[in-house]
């Protein structure tokens, strides 16, 4: 073929968003060729790229939508050190059909003990499965829902919460929120009930929510719904970072 009608055949590829034929008609071509490839296999192929650009380019996006601020996979996660959480249970969880079913996770647990990394690795790999998920810790959940009506920013992570299949709230618990903020609080969870999964990091017990949130019925209320069709993890043991405390001087 004459490389005018390759260069065509790219701007055409380009007119129609088919991103992997225009990149790599040259290799579709001599791979064709190579091995003697039928018109069926060569359609084949080039279809088939183009869905796995496609695929890989919305993942990608799923995954910088999420926000996490931090990579953390299961295969770190020790759980030898970690005995709250079986890895039978973890890779139960990893199938993610809790999330077709609406279920929620909530995790409870002093500091150190894996909350927020074992979070993170059920969010990736849910990204990765193809869910919609958002990563946020309480404090910018609550700037984001007070700040909605004046802020373009807020509103649109507000928006990203509700059209999420998964949302992860991490660290209730760490600063004490009034009582406007703590009705904001109830009204999204209200609002995400049966429609979404979250996940709830805390370092407070539930006896605790109420001097947290400050109202017993709303605390009720919420609780309510979190628990409802939920797994609850009591996360106990040592803080993994005190116990693998790095020391630069002492190498
Ligand atoms: P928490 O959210 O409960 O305060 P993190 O999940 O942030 O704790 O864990 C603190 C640090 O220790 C992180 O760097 C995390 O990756 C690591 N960590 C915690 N528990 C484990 C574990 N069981 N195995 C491996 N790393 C762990
Ligand atoms: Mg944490």
Redesign the pocket.
Do not use: A, C, W
């Given at each position: 073929m004459n490389n005018s009608k390759i260069e065509t055949i790219k701007q055409h590829a380009k007119t129609l968003k088919l991103c992997s034929l225009n990149e790599n008609i040259d290799i579709f071509l001599k791979d064709a060729e190579l091995k003697d490839s039928s018109y069926q296999e060569f359609l084949f192929n080039i279809l088939e790229g183009e869905i796995k650009a496609k695929d890989k380019k919305a993942q990608e996006k799923r995954l910088k939508m999420a926000g996490f601020p931090?990579k953390?996979i299961i295969e770190?996660?020790?759980?030898?050190?970690?005995k709250s959480i079986t890895k039978k249970q973890v890779n139960r969880l990893l199938e993610m059909d809790w999330i077709d079913k609406v279920y929620n996770l909530i995790?409870l647990?002093?500091?150190?003990?894996?909350?927020?990394?074992?979070?993170?690795a059920l969010g990736y790999k849910a990204v990765e499965m193809g869910y919609r998920v958002t990563f946020t810790s309480m404090d910018n959940l609550i700037y984001s829902l007070k700040t909605q009506e004046i802020s373009r920013k807020s509103k649109g992570k507000v928006n990203k919460i509700y059209s999420s299949d998964l949302v992860i709230i991490?660290?209730i618990g760490y600063l004490p929120i009034t009582r406007e903020e703590a009705n904001l609080f109830f009204q999204l969870i209200s609002s995400l009930y049966e429609q979404a999964s979250i996940i709830i990091?805390s370092?407070k017990g539930f006896e605790d929510w109420t001097e947290l949130l400050g109202d017993p019925a709303l605390t009720t209320a919420i609780l309510d719904r979190l628990t409802y069709k939920c797994d609850l993890f009591n996360?106990t043991?040592k803080?993994?970072?005190l116990e693998?405390r790095e020391s630069f001087l002492q190498g």
């Open positions: 931090i953390k770190d996660f020790d759980f030898n050190f970690q995790f647990g002093p500091p150190g003990v894996g909350k927020t990394h074992l979070s993170i991490d660290e990091t370092n996360m043991g803080s993994y970072r693998h």
